[in-house]
């Protein structure tokens, strides 16, 4: 038995430099159930954060009892996260939606799908009757659908109303990931494979906090750290993790100067010729203008606009340019912070610099922060079009056109798809007049919180919320549409390192809840959107129809799907795309050949400058003659929008604790979970504490000139002149009249990045005041991960009998 | 020599779109994109303005008096909403766009009078003027349907 809310990483199962990670299974049921009681598994994958671990669905009389790792799949071997083992008790939640809801007199009452469904429509039709119609339609979904749902979200969109309104929650989680692959290879899609931790002789974490966010893929780097040659490790995080503390060099940079520090270690690359001249030559476009623009940061520039020291920046340069198959990963560090496009092309940049790239061991992830984010950038339901394809070409346009038979005048392509902030700024101008939320929770995820509520609240503008639960939210719609989720429906959806999984349905929803996809295709049968012929536009009807459709629209991209089925992704383990008929097994890393999908007829993006947005065009494109290689984009550092000032002294940070995912929605009603870390928290440094009077438990007050927050405080490892909030806690569970601001982003500022459009949560400035005594009581951190506390009183988090799980290993 | 007077043309217009960027940008400081950039591409035009002083200074000591009707005002101030947005972009496109112009002039003359550092300074700066100008497009594309069509 083991504890998993005590150890989230379960037992080491060390391995060796080329050795196959070893097989360990992790199970947990509910209550005293054993698996013989079990009467079928269900296979899928998991949903609540972005690894793509591969598990089966315990059914027992009609319903989810537990959760077990497949040991078959090329992810996970077995392995889930805590999250998994105990997040999916919130399907049997008595509190989902069951019926859907309309607004009468203010109030949200219980309906019939017929009087929901057909207020939507008729909502439509009156705004589609106008000039410039579809311009009053503006779609917000997520990065936790399933790729057939989003498809056809996609298709009703661009093709059936035509609007370039549509934008996923990913906006706030991989838009960048996108962006950098795009800016620097032509296309998106992860150059790596997981199964690059099993080769590698060195991993970078760029402000990535793997330990909590995707926890067996820390799980497989740890067994490497255990194992016989162990791979290096560099972290660079202004907070103290489970990573830092394992790494062998620990940069805690100051927050938004990722772009100065990498241009001070590239530097170092070049100057001590510990790069690749020859595969630099072939493969890539832009050396010169690098080699001058990082030439202007020596290791102590970079050290003083960072805050750390010179010397460190050496070895972390050294680590660099003595590995010889070196892995990166990149997260929310650098995609929510200042110059993130610009930050995560410099990741990029070392790659191609030290030709680490396409080979074992030496590979990229540009992570993802959700399960299925990745799909919704394949398919075209966020700021791309479907099979990354190029707004600015023509000849994709004509592609879609031809494949949805319509014409090309339908399909938004004047500029490039709208980003979810613009979207908001639209709703809050008035010209977008619906707003469809699709399993996101904006009222507590979007930055500046006071201004998306004014927003929401909006008596001219029409919210349709598709969800599970009354999120906070769904509070404010005219119209709640109750959901099906994971496992209450079938269909795909990709990971990280572009493995496909098929995700089952194992058991019924409640109630009347429908699956998205069945919502989204009874809407278009209702809106009748038709063809240029007359017919349907949508024709699919199931699941798996809709994947066949899909197939065809990714038919000769990047992300081709053509080789793929239901069938073929039963039983096994999920594949890596391209998966084609010259390539059945699908395609463990990309770029083998140092070739790079830039051909101005391939790519997916015509380029952008990184400090501004600014597009190019064809033209100056094609002037590049990049012909296969990559670009290395050279950028200097520039302050955040926000640096903290008398007033505001300190900088803000927000990210996860390892037991919650987004706004709780689910992890906050699975009892381990919510035990673990049941309310927020805010973590300090002890000197910035002792200069302010508090200590360990304290109430504490955060505020920023968009609002403030009340939190206990945990000293914990975290630089100095920092602080960090969980952004996890809206205010769905706490009572209306005890209610205290909580939210993290109550906090944060409304401000992008130029090129990706994601918003900044990591650079804050704030003041932080001691509000009341703790009386000795700690605060409701965990003590696990990065807001382990710095002094030994704070009691273990533990899970008790009711966490105990197994993890088998050695073909027990 | 007539240099010196197209530098103060090009001096001039730097620091004028430097205070129309700020202007611009705090007038329409709901939209953050346009408030943040603004403020940043008026530092740069406020360095290229800086850059130039000295050489401003230099040729002015061989110049003969300033021409009639040198200096151009395309700037009255910033307007509101959707189609002002639009408006004071456009405002800052035509200004930056006689910053480019100038930049090229400059760089000519430069040639003329072998100046290597004027030249220098002319190659530095002539490429972010063009950059601000494709922004002030890529900006304008992006809002220019749902301001002129849907909008009410």
């Known amino acids: ?812 | 020599m007539h240099l010196a007077h197209y530098l103060g043309l090009l001096h001039r217009a730097q620091v004028n779109l430097a205070d129309a960027f700020r202007q611009v940008g705090s007038a329409h400081g709901e939209e953050p994109d346009v408030y943040h950039l603004c403020q940043q591409l008026a530092e740069r035009c406020d360095e290229h303005a800086a850059q130039l002083q000295p050489f401003a200074a230099r040729y002015a000591e061989e110049a003969p008096a300033e021409p009639d009707r040198l200096h151009s005002e395309l700037f009255r101030g910033t307007r509101s909403g959707g189609i002002g947005l639009l408006r004071d972009l456009q405002d800052l496109y035509l200004m930056a766009a006689e910053c480019d112009i100038s930049w090229t002039v400059v760089g000519q003359a430069a040639y003329g009078a072998r100046d290597r550092d004027l030249l220098a300074v002319v190659k530095r700066c002539e490429g972010e003027t063009s950059i601000q100008l494709k922004w002030l497009r890529t900006r304008m594309k992006q809002a220019a349907p749902q301001a002129l069509v849907v909008a009410e």
């Open chain 1, 1 to 812: 038995m083991v504890d998993r809310i005590a150890d989230p990483w379960g037992p080491r199962t060390p391995y060796g430099a080329g050795q196959e990670w070893p097989v360990r299974v992790d199970t947990f049921l509910d209550g005293d159930l054993r698996e013989s009681d079990v009467d079928s598994w269900v296979q899928s994958a998991s949903v609540l954060h972005s690894n793509g671990d591969a598990v089966d669905i315990a059914v027992r009389d009609g319903r989810i009892v537990g959760v077990r790792g497949r040991a078959v799949d090329r992810v996970n071997r077995g392995r889930l996260d805590p999250k998994d083992l105990y997040g999916w008790q919130a399907n049997n939640s008595p509190d989902r939606l069951t019926r859907p809801l309309v607004r009468e007199g203010g109030r949200l009452v219980e309906t019939d799908w017929d009087t929901a469904m057909g207020r939507i429509v008729a909502r439509s039709n009156e705004l589609l009757a106008g000039p410039g119609g579809w311009g009053h339609f503006g779609f917000y979904t997520t990065g936790q659908l399933f790729l057939e749902e989003y498809y056809t979200l996609g298709v009703i969109g661009k093709a059936g109303l035509g609007t370039p309104h549509m934008d996923g929650n990913t906006r706030l989680c991989t838009a960048t990931a996108a962006s950098a692959l795009k800016a620097t290879f032509g296309a998106d899609g992860q150059p790596g494979s997981y199964t690059d931790v099993d080769h590698c002789d060195a991993i970078a974490l760029w402000g990535h906090n793997v330990a909590e966010t995707q926890t067996v893929l820390w799980m497989r780097m740890l067994d490497r750290r255990r194992g016989p040659n162990p791979p290096a490790m560099l972290a660079v995080d202004p907070r103290s993790t489970a990573v830092t503390r394992e790494a062998d060099v620990h940069l805690p940079i100051r927050n938004g100067t990722n772009v100065a520090l990498m241009n001070g270690l590239l530097r170092e690359i070049i100057r001590n010729g510990w790069y690749d001249e020859e595969y630099v030559a072939a493969h890539t476009l832009g050396f010169d203008e690098l080699a001058r623009r990082v030439d202007g940061y020596p290791p102590e520039r970079a050290a003083d606009i960072c805050d750390v020291p010179a010397a460190d920046v050496r070895r972390a340069a050294e680590l660099l340019g003595s590995s010889r198959r070196l892995l990166s990963t990149v997260l929310q560090g650098f995609y929510q912070s200042n110059q993130a496009t610009a930050a995560a092309c410099q990741v990029n940049n070392l790659h191609l610099l030290r030709g680490m790239i396409g080979r074992p061991g030496a590979g990229i992830y540009q992570m993802n922060g959700q399960p299925t984010a990745q799909n919704t950038r394949e398919t075209g339901a966020d700021g791309d079009l479907p099979g990354l394809r190029n707004w600015d070409n023509p000849e994709h346009i004509a592609e879609l056109a031809r494949l949805w038979n319509v014409e090309p005048e339908v399909i938004p392509h004047w500029a490039p798809p709208t980003h979810a902030m613009q979207i908001f700024r639209y709703a809050e101008q008035g010209s977008i007049k619906l707003l469809w939320i699709s399993a996101t929770n904006p009222a507590v995820s979007l930055p500046d919180l006071a201004r998306i509520r004014r927003i929401l609240r909006r008596p001219e503008l029409f919210v349709v919320v598709q969800d599970l639960f009354l999120t906070e939210t769904a509070e404010l719609a005219d119209v709640v549409l109750p959901g099906a989720t994971w496992g209450e429906k079938t269909g795909t959806f990709t990971n990280v390192d572009r493995t496909v999984h098929l995700s089952e349905k194992a058991v019924d929803p409640p109630g009347e809840a429908r699956a998205d996809l069945d919502i989204f295709l009874d809407y278009a049968r209702r809106m009748d959107f038709r063809d240029r012929d007359g017919r349907p536009l949508i024709p699919w009807t199931t699941p798996e129809e809709a994947f066949e459709a899909w197939k065809e629209c990714s038919r000769g991209r990047p992300c081709d799907y053509t080789g793929l089925t239901y069938d073929k992704l039963r039983g096994g383990s999920g594949i890596q795309w391209p998966c084609t008929d010259a390539r059945p097994d699908g395609t463990e890393r990309l770029y083998t050949d140092g070739i790079f999908p830039t051909d101005p007829e391939v790519c997916e993006t015509y380029g952008q400058d990184l400090a501004t947005g600014a597009e190019f065009t064809a033209e100056e494109y094609r002037a590049k003659q990049p012909g296969g290689r990559a670009f290395l984009h050279a950028v200097d550092y520039r302050p955040s929008p926000e640096v903290p000032d008398e007033g505001h002294p300190l900088l803000l940070t927000t990210g996860r604790t390892v037991y919650h995912f987004h706004t709780r929605t689910k992890t906050g009603r699975a009892p381990q979970l919510d035990a673990a870390a049941p309310d927020v928290w805010v973590e300090l440094n002890v000197a910035d504490a002792e200069r302010l009077g508090i200590v360990e438990g304290d109430l504490v007050g955060v505020a920023s000139a968009r609002g403030a927050v009340q939190a206990r405080a945990r000293l914990s490892g975290i630089r100095p002149g920092v602080v960090f909030l969980p952004f996890h806690y809206g205010w769905f569970d706490q009572d209306p009249a005890e209610r205290t601001p909580r939210a993290a982003n109550e906090l944060t500022i409304t401000a992008w990045d130029p090129v990706s459009k994601q918003p900044l949560f990591k650079v804050a400035a704030v003041a932080v005041a001691r509000l009341a005594d703790g009386g000795g009581v700690p605060s409701p951190a965990p003590t696990v991960g990065g807001s382990a506390p710095v002094a030994a009183v704070v009691p273990a988090t533990v899970g008790g009998p009711a966490a105990e799980a197994t993890s088998h290993t050695g073909g027990e």
